[in-house]
């Protein structure tokens, strides 16, 4: 079953870029989190996604907010990948597409493509908006700023 807004996020535990462990309880609570499932490293789509996130990334930041981008490569890869793009945010390695399946982020394509899911969790760790499109990977950053914005006014 997937999540929907107004779930509680999920707890897990994944390695990093650096493959060094990291436990979402490490910031759940402590700012807004912009979690985003993409599907591959270094594709044309997800490196897209993935440079308007770092080019994002001082917006969300002021807005003391978080990104994590989970996808089910290797921490190997995404070190690669980070490093090739200057990308300033933690990247998850979902080898096992366990967290994947714990969020119910949807597959396309027949289940072949993995699917470009955004969640944006409050500060009490509920899901307060979700953004789908595999297609349409810049909106995923607009559509979080917003959601990111409108959760920051209303806890002012």
């Known amino acids: ?22 436990d979402i309880k490490s910031v759940l609570g402590e700012k807004v989190l912009v979690v985003y499932f993409y599907p591959k490293d270094d594709t044309p789509g997800c490196t897209a996604e993935a440079c308007s996130f770092r080019d994002s990334y001082e917006d969300f930041k002021d807005l003391g907010c978080e990104v994590i981008g989970i996808s089910s490569d290797s921490s190997k890869k995404h070190a690669e990948f980070a490093a090739k793009h200057r990308l ?17 982020v949807p597959g396309n394509l027949f289940g072949l493509i993995p699917g470009r899911v955004t969640y944006i969790i409050d500060k009490k760790g509920i899901v307060r908006h979700i953004y789908n499109s595999l297609t349409n990977a810049a909106g995923h950053i607009e559509e979080s700023i917003n959601a990111v914005k409108l959760i920051t006014n209303e806890e002012a």
């Open 88 to 104: 300033t945010f933690t990247l998850l390695a979902d080898t096992s597409k366990t967290v994947r399946k714990l969020f119910g």
């Open 1 to 22: 079953m997937a999540i929907a807004v107004g779930d509680k996020c999920p707890t897990f535990t994944l390695k990093n870029q650096n493959d060094t462990t990291f």
